[in-house]
Each structure stands twice: as structure tokens, then as C-alpha cells.
């Protein structure tokens, strides 16, 4: 896995977490900015995901094996536009707060996914 890519998505998964935050401190659901990160955030693990594929294709193998990679990789790659639709139910700060802690878990996801593949 590109080491970049995945420091880059933890940061930006831990920027959206803290700007959510932020808004459920301030009693405010999720707006059209947050949505706009969110997609950043998701755009990120999308090419994550098209990087962890091709790489897997070439015959590069992670150390912790195959399965449990792409398990993470789809995972994390769904993390936050589940949070997202969540959101969209919960039109009070609950919905920022639940896409807050999903920034936190993608945060998490990705330093798994860095040692799964032990780089």
C-alpha cells in the first residue's frame, strides 16, 4: 500500500471527525460542508481501494493475509457514507456525532490496513 495514501486518509478521516465534533458541540446536525468532506473523505478510500486492488492484482501480497486486507479495505471504504446516510435520519447533532466517531473508526481502519500489509 502507498504509505502516503493512507497517512493522508487517516488525516483527513481525523479532520472530518473533528469538525463534526465540532458542530454536535454546537448543537448543529450535519450541513451540505460537512457532506462536501465526507465525499473527500470517501473519494480518498475509493482510490485507496483502487490501489489496494490493482496491487493485489500484480501479485503483491499483504503480510496478514489476502481475505482479512480486503475485509479492511471495503470496510473502511464504506465507513463513512454509511455514517453519511445515518446522518441524513438523524437531522440533530447525533447525526454529526455519528459521523464524527466514523471518522474516527476510518482513522483507526487505516492503521490497521498499514499493518496488515507491513509496510
Known amino acids: 500500500m502507498l504509505d502516503v495514501l493512507t497517512l493522508t486518509t487517516g488525516v483527513a478521516a481525523l479532520l472530518l471527525a473533528a469538525w463534526c465534533g465540532w458542530a454536535a458541540y ?11 468532506g465526507m465525499a473527500v473523505v470517501t473519494l480518498l478510500t475509493l482510490v ?9 492484482a500484480r501479485g503483491e501480497k499483504p503480510e496478514q493475509g489476502t481475505t482479512i486486507f480486503l475485509a479492511y479495505l471495503l470496510g473502511s471504504f464504506a465507513c463513512v457514507p454509511a ?30 490496513l498499514h499493518d496488515i500489509w507491513g509496510s
Open 26 to 36: 454546537r448543537d448543529q446536525p450535519t450541513k451540505d460542508w460537512h457532506f462536501i
Open 48 to 56: 485507496q481501494l483502487i490501489v489496494g486492488i490493482v496491487q493485489l
Open 83 to 112: 455514517a453519511g446516510f445515518m446522518s441524513l435520519a438523524e437531522r440533530t447533532r447525533w447525526g454529526s456525532i455519528t459521523v464524527a466517531a466514523s471518522g474516527v473508526v476510518l482513522a483507526v481502519l487505516e492503521v490497521r
